[in-house]
């Protein structure tokens, strides 16, 4: 019995070909022949790479800051004298934290797309290098945020410390009307006590650039009159005012790190004698303009906070309406420093 030959795979000339069953002749090597070759993994050196070249807005910010994030009043605090060491540190777990979690997501879907699984196919080490990558591209600046997310704040700048030192005897040692001005025993005449705080206030106020009008000295008196009975120094003069923190941070950190201080110039600003040792006082509007000079050594700072060593605030002893201190006007400069020239802000 014969077998035709075209069904084993043979044409019918006898020839190896087409059929049911393919021949078994190696292919000529010579031939274009094409071969499918598995590409490799990627590796953190390519990655890091792609990485690198991303677009500025490819990676997303790292931290999120919610629009109701802000500082604590410890980290205002740090913000206004401009001590930034205490302000960053304060901040870094958070960022950290949030700064890790969004890199990882973000690599796990980065790596998947080309062809890599962050979680399998790196170690720990080789993580770490890809996170760092992503942390060069992050463009976010969450303690910024925080800032510009912190509400207008109760604050006091100083324009005197220790009341008390504005009233001196004469050369001689000696008090006119024979009496200290500076402690009201009860049942002096009015020239004796008041007369002279009223003359200090309203010296010390000239030394913030403010004129003296009758409607400036009807505010101090009112201050000396309803103020602290005894000046001493726990008693203190201030401006007080409702205004944004940034207006009143005593270094600045862009651009002009270098400026020894920051001048500022009030409009119709409230200026307060307290004894914050005792928690009495009074406040008075100001009318017309007055100075003061904030520095990290002498800055302004937060008027009643929970934790403090000033002792009493102003909110801590009338408990004001906040704000009813904003003053007509706020505007500031950075003081000179020989690498730096003043901006105003």
């Known amino acids: 019995m014969t077998i035709d030959a075209a069904g084993r795979g043979h044409n019918p000339a006898g020839t190896p070909g087409g059929g049911q069953f393919n021949g078994h002749n190696r292919p000529d090597a010579s031939g274009n022949v094409a071969l499918t070759v598995p590409p490799s993994a990627p590796t953190v050196e390519n990655l890091t790479e792609l990485i690198k070249g991303l677009d ?17 009043e410890e980290q205002v605090q740090a913000y206004l004298a401009g001590d930034d060491d205490t302000l960053y540190d304060s901040t870094s777990d958070w960022i950290s934290e949030q700064s890790h979690d969004s890199a990882e997501t973000f690599l796990r879907e980065f790596c998947q797309e080309h062809g890599a699984d962050y979680d399998m196919d790196f170690d720990a080490d080789e993580q770490m290098t890809l996170r760092e ?38 050369e001689d040692g000696h008090w006119p009307e024979g009496v200290d001005p ?11 006590i008041q007369v002279p705080r009223v003359r200090a206030l309203e010296e010390a106020l000239r030394s913030h650039g ?7 000295t009807t505010a101090v008196e009112e201050i000396v009159n309803n103020g602290p009975s005894n000046w001493h120094e726990a008693v203190d003069l201030d401006v007080i005012t409702y205004s944004d923190i940034r207006d009143l941070q005593a270094s600045p950190t862009d651009g002009v ?30 009318p017309g303009t007055l100075t003061t000079t904030i520095t990290a050594d ?28 904003r003053p007509d006007s706020l505007a500031s400069e950075w003081l000179p420093s020989p690498e730096c020239e003043p901006a105003t802000v």
């Open 56 to 72: 500025a807005h490819a990676v997303p910010d790292l931290t999120y800051v919610a629009y109701d994030d802000q500082l604590n």
């Open 257 to 286: 790190s270098l400026a020894p201080g920051r001048k500022l110039t009030f409009t119709g600003a409230e200026v307060v004698l307290i004894d914050r040792m005792n928690g009495s006082g009074y406040s008075a509007r100001i």
């Open 210 to 216: 403010v004129t003296i009008t009758p409607e400036v």
């Open 182 to 192: 500076r402690f009201d025993y009860g049942g002096h005449s009015y020239e004796a």
């Open 133 to 170: 990558a992503v942390y060069d591209k992050d463009t976010s600046d969450p303690v910024k945020q925080l800032i510009q997310n912190t509400p207008d704040q109760l604050m006091r700048a100083p324009l005197i410390s220790d009341a008390g030192s504005l009233l001196n005897p004469d």
């Open 298 to 325: 002498r800055p302004a700072f937060l008027d009643s906070p929970r934790n403090s060593d000033r002792g009493y605030g102003w909110d801590d002893v009338a408990g004001v309406y906040k704000p009813a201190f």
